[in-house]
């Protein structure tokens, strides 16, 4: 089952930052936070992972709590083609092992 | 680089019928994973390959389906005889052994509708 907690549903104007939280209270020492986003019904799109500091790509940017106890993935300028199912996945440790998904946060963006 | 790919990309078959979802992984990916959807319900994970290793399968729903990965390289999932329920949308995806922290990239999905 999945560990984390996430909102059902947020929505976000477009142009404007996209701020999802999740929790992952059971996270511990070696465990990484994944991001994960599908939209539509199309394979689930890699966006972003972290283990203890702040991480930032192309795509968004992760902060974690320095208790490692939540996290929030943000997406700078949200735009239409955001609007996906986001799935905050923890723990994931090193050896590779699967990502569990749960019901995820559906983001909905509209202009 | 090519992403991991998946086929057929839909598929409708009478029930009773067999199925075979093939998964090429991307090159060097150890790791292969399966995953379903079905309407409806949240991603499931159903097992997990380290080369042709099976190291995970506690996800397989029973034993009409068949994962087979010789050799190492692409996966096949096979179901026998297909139910209504196994309706849904198929994913495989892989990443690399070994590696702390790694991505999984999942594939595009297999469509699968039993009728």
């Known amino acids: 089952d999945a560990k984390t907690t996430q909102p059902p549903s947020m929505d976000c104007a477009e142009g404007r930052a996209a701020n999802l939280p999740c929790n992952h209270s059971?996270?511990?020492?070696?465990?990484?936070v994944y991001w994960y986003r599908q939209i539509h019904s199309q394979g689930p799109q890699y966006i972003i992972h972290?283990?203890?500091n702040n991480e930032t790509n192309e795509m968004a940017s992760l902060i974690i709590t320095e208790d490692r106890k939540s996290s929030t993935l943000i997406l700078p300028h949200a735009t239409l083609r955001d609007t996906a199912v986001y799935y905050c996945i923890a723990p994931v440790d090193q050896a590779g092992t699967a990502l569990i998904f749960g019901k995820g946060t559906t983001l909905s963006v509209s202009s | 680089e090519a992403g991991v790919t998946q086929f057929p990309s839909h598929s409708v078959i009478e029930k009773g019928q067999t199925v075979t979802l093939r998964c090429d992984p991307i090159?060097?990916?150890?790791?292969l994973y399966w995953y379903r959807r079905v309407m409806g319900k949240e991603i499931k994970f159903l097992l997990h390959f380290v080369k042709e290793s099976k190291q995970d399968e506690s996800g397989m729903p029973n034993n009409r389906f068949l994962a087979e990965r010789t050799g190492g390289t692409y996966s096949t999932l096979k179901v026998q005889p297909a139910e209504l329920e196994d309706s849904g949308v198929y994913f495989c995806?892989?990443?690399?052994?070994?590696?702390?922290?790694?991505?999984?990239?999942f594939g595009e999905g297999s469509w699968l509708t039993v009728v």
């Open positions: 995806a892989s990443s690399q052994f070994g590696v702390p922290g790694n991505t999984i990239y």
């Open positions: 972290g283990l203890k």
């Open positions: 090159s060097g990916h150890d790791n």
């Open positions: 059971t996270i511990s020492g070696n465990e990484y």
